[in-house]
């Protein structure tokens, strides 16, 4: 089945600092990923959407200077968090839509610590 | 856009007896409706969908209904077990491709 991997699984960073996030798709070429993040008990809360060659859509709210998005493959999105500060410690996820219009599949999230 | 609402926010059941898990929808365009199970530090699988043309699916002890009139859908998890312990997450899928979640509901079986 669809498989998504994302990497690294938890990151610690000092404040000030800029940190990347991987989503690969493993098996399947993914044309649209998805950045959530979740803060501690609380729902999955969409940060952008990424399409394969084009710009990322940010959702309302959303820094799109703090949180980068690039979308050069149709394997590999990637989310780098700059200039962190402890408030944007969370758990970022990334979702791929599968070929198939109804399939999302998630990567298995990334905790993100800033101290 | 769409908006999803979810509830209860917890909910704690007897091993062997049932759950149900109810959602509602905003955007009347949705029309995929999946369900997710995050165990801690985990992201969401997968456990059952339903799209907008069909009213009830059933995969063994888990079942989603479907009320595209009244826009709610619902999780019913049968013959409980330890392992179904988890925070549940229902969603929709509206004109804009995107997955929106409701807030969760926490699941806790007692043996």
């Known amino acids: 089945g669809a498989v998504v991997s994302q990497h690294p699984s938890r990151v610690i960073c000092k404040s000030g600092t800029s940190v990347k996030i991987e989503c690969r798709s493993l098996d399947f070429q993914a044309t649209t990923m998805f950045w959530y993040r979740q803060f501690p008990k609380q729902s999955l809360m969409l940060m952008a959407t990424?399409?394969?060659?084009?710009?990322?859509?940010?959702e309302q709210g959303v820094e799109k200077d703090k949180f980068l998005i690039n979308h050069a493959s149709l394997t590999l999105s990637t989310l780098t968090v700059t200039s962190a500060h402890p408030e944007d410690s969370s758990f970022y996820i990334c979702?791929?839509?599968?070929?198939?219009?109804?399939?999302?599949?998630f990567g298995s999230g990334t905790r993100l610590t800033v101290v | 856009g769409e908006n999803v609402e979810q509830h209860p926010s917890t909910l704690s059941v007897q091993e062997g007896d049932s759950a149900v898990i109810k959602c509602t929808y905003s955007?009347?365009?949705?029309?995929?409706f999946p369900w997710y199970k995050q165990e801690l530090g985990k992201g969401p699988q997968l456990i059952i969908d339903i799209r907008s043309n069909v009213g009830e699916k059933k995969d063994q002890r888990i079942a989603v209904t479907l009320n595209k009139t009244a826009k709610h859908f619902s999780l019913h998890i049968t013959e409980t077990q330890p392992e179904d312990s988890a925070v549940y997450f229902c969603a929709a899928k509206g004109s804009a491709s995107k997955i929106i979640f409701g807030s969760g509901t926490r699941l806790s079986i007692r043996p």
């Open positions: 990424s399409n394969e060659g084009s710009k990322a859509t940010y």
């Open positions: 955007d009347s365009a949705s029309n995929y």
């Open positions: 979702s791929a839509r599968t070929q198939d219009y109804y399939g999302y599949t």
